[in-house]
């Protein structure tokens, strides 16, 4: 008898600790939902800082405002506006908000530095610093909300 009573109080165990470790996901996502929400979605932001491989390129979007709009709390369409024009593209993030991907127009052609995937280095609001994903390029990009 002790040996069926042993794995099935072991699987019990199991199932348990796994029905309590997925019972918090929830709401750690949650959390990062509402931050990222209340604190970058719909809000316009201006780059701060743009380095390439040493080269500062800050300078490229000078009078430019970027807004990532919400469609759901993992992508949505980027609005990007100028002197009255204005540019269109997408972002998307992973699960944790660690990712940032941005897709925009290769026209005009500063957004091309712009358009990869990004990884957060620093969340702290109002600015948002980031470095390319998957590697250790020198490029920095750091963003200021408005």
């Known amino acids: 008898m002790k040996k069926i009573l042993v794995p ?10 796994q ?30 800082l743009a380095m390439n491989n040493g080269t500062d390129i800050t300078g490229n979007y000078s009078g430019y405002q970027f807004m990532m709009l919400k469609t759901d709390y993992y992508h949505g369409p980027v609005r990007v506006t100028k002197n009255g024009t204005t540019y269109s593209g997408t972002w998307s993030c992973n699960e944790d908000y660690s990712k940032l991907i941005i897709t ?10 712009l358009t990869r995937e990004w990884r957060f280095t620093s969340k702290i609001i109002p600015e948002l610093d980031f470095a390319p994903w998957g590697t250790t390029d020198p490029v920095v990009l750091h963003i200021l909300r408005q």
């Open 8 to 17: 099935m109080v072991f699987t019990f165990s199991i199932i348990s600790c």
């Open 19 to 48: 029905k309590f470790a997925t019972s918090l996901v929830p709401d750690q996502a949650s959390a990062f939902e509402k931050y990222f929400e209340s604190n970058v979605l719909n809000q316009n932001f201006i780059v701060t």
């Open 104 to 113: 925009l127009p290769s026209a005009p052609p500063e957004f091309i530095f």
